[in-house]
């Protein structure tokens, strides 16, 4: 069955400093990942996708996510954190059964301190 | 930009009352969704909706949930007698596609007292 498994709860890091927040899945075949960051009181908004092709994929506010098959994971990543970035943050893969529903992990919260 | 909106924002009621969540889906999707988060935990999916009928629902959706739409731009999440552990927040996506990215409305938060 897949799920997703996000290893850090809560990360801190500093305004300016770069950040990568781990995920890591399990699916049966190609899987279809988002990032979606949650701020405080909002809804969910995407960040980026894999879909197929291109591993590397970039997304809004500066974002980029790698998918590595070997690895079962993909790592977001942002090369200057702004203050505007604290949220948490949500992996989510596909579920397999066809109905394109999505399975979420726990959720990474990030801290930005000035 | 076309955006996923529900309403009310915040819903508070008393154990064992009936409550019904709204969403209006972006206007051109075909795909529904209804997912819901407990405070300090993750996203949980309930029900999909397809062609006028549930195409999945998980185990968190028994016969306390139903999801209706009840004309061409509302899409609804009923909970017929609310429990205590229904308090959550509570959002609704759409889609496009089956395989299109889904977008998130702001949520509903469902008190139960």
């Known amino acids: 069955a897949q799920s997703v498994t996000q290893p850090d709860i809560h990360i801190t890091v500093s305004e300016g400093a770069s950040l990568e927040l781990r995920c890591n899945y399990s699916y049966g075949a190609t899987p279809y990942l988002f990032w979606y960051v949650q701020s405080p009181g909002q809804g969910l908004q995407l960040l980026l996708k894999y879909f197929s092709g291109d591993t590397l994929?970039?997304?809004?506010k500066g974002f980029e996510a790698e998918f590595k098959r070997s690895q079962s994971s993909f790592n977001l990543r942002k090369p200057s954190v702004h203050w505007s970035d604290a949220a948490e943050y949500f992996c989510a893969v596909v579920s397999q059964t066809g109905a394109n529903n999505l399975f979420f992990g726990t959720g990474t919260r990030l801290t930005v301190i000035p | 930009e076309p955006e996923v909106t529900q309403t009310p924002s915040h819903q508070v009621t008393q154990m064992g009352q009936e409550v019904i969540l709204r969403c209006v889906p972006i206007s051109n999707h075909l795909y529904f969704y209804w997912y819901r988060q407990i405070l300090g935990q993750k996203v949980e999916f309930l029900v999909?909706?397809?062609?006028?009928?549930?195409?999945?629902?998980?185990?968190?959706?028994d016969d306390q949930f139903s999801v209706e739409r009840p004309d061409g731009s509302n899409f609804?999440?009923?909970i017929r007698s609310t429990?205590?552990?229904?308090s959550a927040m509570?959002?609704?996506?759409?889609?496009g596609g089956i395989t299109d990215t889904q977008y998130?409305?702001?949520?509903?938060?469902?008190?139960?007292l």
């Open chain 2, 83 to 86: 429990k205590l552990e229904d």
């Open chain 1, 57 to 60: 994929v970039q997304g809004i």
């Open chain 2, 90 to 95: 509570y959002f609704c996506a759409s889609s």
């Open chain 2, 48 to 61: 999909s909706f397809y062609n006028n009928e549930i195409s999945e629902k998980s185990e968190i959706f």
């Open chain 2, 76 to 78: 609804t999440l009923k």
């Open chain 2, 104 to 112: 998130f409305g702001p949520g509903t938060r469902l008190t139960v």
